[in-house]
C-alpha cells in the first residue's frame, strides 16, 4: 500500500471515529426528551450513526435527512433540498435540527416544515453552538473554519445568541418549554459549547 492510501486511510478511520463520539454526544443529549418506541426524524444526519442509536437504544423508529449522501449505515435515507420536508403532515412525533439552522441561508421554511410535520404533542429539539460573549463567538468561528477545511462543509446560515434563537422560533409557531446548556461539543475545551432548545408548537401552529 502506497503512503498515500496509508494515510487516508487513517484519516477515514479518524473521521469516522469522531462522527460516532458525536452521535454518542448526540445521543446522550437527547435521550431523556426522546419517548421510547416514537418516530423521529432527523433533518441534517449526515453519517446517520445517531439515528442507529436511537433505534437501537430506544427502539425509534427513524428517518434521516440531509442535503448530501454521507450516509455510513443501513437506516432509511432521503436526500433533500433543505427547505421542504418530504414527509407528510403530522407523521412524526420528534424532529431533530441538532446543529443545522446556522448551515441554512433562510432557517425559516425549515422552522416551519417542522411545524408542518409534527404531530400534536409533538417536540422539536434543536441543538446550536452558542455564540454569546467573546470567548464563545471565537470558538465556534475557529471550529467552522476547521470543519470547512477538513469535511468541505458550508455555513450558509447566522449564529444567534441563546437570547436571540427563541424570537426566531416564536416566529415560526414554536414556543421554548426548556433551554439546556449541553457544555463544550464532545467535552473538548477548543470545542464549541452547545445549547438544547425543546419546543413545542404553540396554538397558533396548533391551528394550521
Known sequence: MHLGQVIAAKLQRESARVEKARAEFNFRSIQALVPQ?????D????SCYLGQLLRDRLACEVLSLDVVNANKTEMPFQVFDGKVLPVDSRSFDVVLFLY????????????????RVLRDGGCLL???DRVDGLWNRALTAGFHIWLRLSTGMTRDGEFRTTDQ???????AG?????????????????????VLFVLRKDGRAGMR
Do not use: Y
Not at 165 to 171: G, I
Not at 174 to 187: A, D, S, Y
Open 126 to 128: 434543536i441543538a446550536e
Open 43 to 46: 433533518v441534517g444526519a449526515w
Open 100 to 115: 443545522i439552522l446556522h448551515h441554512a441561508a433562510d432557517d425559516k421554511p425549515l422552522l416551519e416544515e417542522a411545524s
Open 37 to 41: 418506541g416514537c418516530k423521529v426524524l
Open 174 to 194: 414554536f414556543e421554548v418549554k426548556e433551554t439546556i446548556f449541553l457544555g463544550h461539543h464532545l467535552g473538548r475545551f477548543l470545542w464549541p459549547n452547545n
Open 165 to 171: 434563537w427563541p424570537k426566531r422560533f416564536h416566529a
